[in-house]
């Protein structure tokens, strides 16, 4: 591991680069990266390679920002083979509105996404089946997980093997405990649940890539609160949903947004319960925050 700073031409380019949307971070994990190696062991990055995809999500509002639409895109990490949403049955209870966004952001990135929900020992109603038919229905893996039974812990390893992978989640969901469980020489920093409201407190506090096995590489992120995908207009949200496109040409209007539209064959196909009506409340939900990102 070597501690690296950013050459001072990379970070003038970036401020004077024009007609780009902001963002928050320059070189991310999962970069390639040259650097200039200096006599005391630290490096200075001289060239950040093309990225084949990233994954991003609106930064946090600016305090003060005083219009709709001012808030700059946060880079989590770059260069992904699959994305995996790690998510809880309980404490904190599984959350479908939640991993729509999620799902939404890896979508609208062109990234591979599969749904973890951890915790199923905690289930005795195994609600957890309902929602993995939900998701598998519309065609997502999805792993069941408990770090006490080790149960889906095979196929987990087996679907991470290999490849470059992102975990990404609620705080809270034992996305650290599932990781050490798997890779015992990770060793990550494990947090508590807070007994005042069922949330996690965050334990990881930065993105990293640390390779786990041969080939195999984890980026770990820290445990989010709220979750707003980036760079999507009201008109483009449904082809984030899987089970929306093949019905959207089909639309009286191009521009359908799906909501109140005559003709919309979206919305017949919820009437008639072709489409989850459960899914469908979150792309309302996600369809009702929306705000236009500004161009600089």
Excluded at 157 to 182: A, E
Excluded at 212 to 239: C, N, W
Aim: net charge positive; proline share 2%.
């Amino acid at each position: 591991m070597i501690r690296c700073s950013l050459k001072g031409k990379i970070k003038n380019d970036f401020h004077l680069k024009k007609n780009k949307q902001y963002h928050t971070d320059i070189a991310v994990a999962g970069d390639l990266v040259e650097i200039d190696l200096n006599k005391d062991g630290t490096g200075v990055i001289t060239k950040i390679a093309p990225r084949k995809n990233y994954l991003s999500c609106k930064a946090p509002k600016i305090k003060g920002s005083s219009y709709r639409g001012e808030r700059l895109e946060q880079i989590i990490a770059a260069n992904i083979d699959q994305l995996f949403i790690v998510t809880s049955i309980k404490h904190p209870d599984f959350n479908s509105k939640v991993v729509d966004r999620f799902i939404v952001a890896s979508e609208s990135s062109s990234i591979k996404c599969n749904i973890i929900i951890n915790k199923i020992d905690l289930d005795d109603t195994k609600t957890f089946l309902k929602w993995k038919t939900i998701y598998e229905d519309i065609g997502y893996n999805v792993f069941l997980t408990s770090t006490i039974s080790r149960h889906g812990f095979e196929s987990l390893h087996q679907s991470l093997n290999g490849k470059i992978n992102l975990l990404w989640g609620h705080s809270g969901v034992g996305k650290s405990s599932l990781l050490n469980s798997l890779y015992q020489s990770l060793n990550l920093k494990v947090g508590l649940i807070s007994s005042f409201n069922q949330k996690g407190k965050h334990t990881t506090v930065t993105n990293f890539l640390v390779k786990v096995e041969k080939d195999t590489y984890i980026i770990d992120t820290p445990g989010i609160r709220e979750i707003d995908p980036y760079g999507i207009q009201r008109q483009d949200l449904g082809h984030y949903f899987r089970e929306f496109n093949e019905l959207i040409s089909g639309c009286r209007f191009s521009t359908c947004t799906h909501n109140h539209e005559p003709g919309c064959i979206v919305i017949e196909a919820v009437q008639s319960g072709k489409i989850s009506e459960i899914r469908y409340n979150s792309y309302l939900r996600i369809l009702e925050t929306i705000e236009e990102d500004i161009i600089f």
